[in-house]
């Protein structure tokens, strides 16, 4: 059985970080993931936008981008810009 630092990264889940606080979600602000930030007393304002990989890492979108691209994780490219960046809906 191969563990986990062997397998190829892959992008897991959406997620905002503000300092070490990682919060996960289906998509960026769906019900579940503002939930969440509710629940901590917090709000919306200065969270950094990510994602979450298999090796549990939060990465930028632009990274996540280059991540899912080389796992063939990408369904639909939904950016147009020079620097790919990666949204939930290119994933599903």
Not at 28 to 55: C, I, P
Not at 67 to 79: D, E, K, P, V
Request: proline share 2%; net charge neutral.
């Amino acid at each position: 059985m191969m563990t986990e630092e062997r397998l190829p990264e892959r992008i897991v889940c959406a997620a905002i970080q503000r300092g070490d606080m990682t919060i996960c979600g289906v998509r960026h602000w769906d019900e579940f993931m503002r939930a969440q930030v509710k629940a901590l007393g917090e709000n919306h304002v200065g969270w950094t936008q990510g994602f979450v990989t298999s090796r549990y890492r939060f990465v930028r979108r632009a990274e996540a981008w280059e991540i899912a691209y080389a796992q063939g994780q990408i369904r639909l490219a939904t950016t147009n810009s020079v620097t790919p960046c990666l949204c939930s809906e290119d994933l599903y």
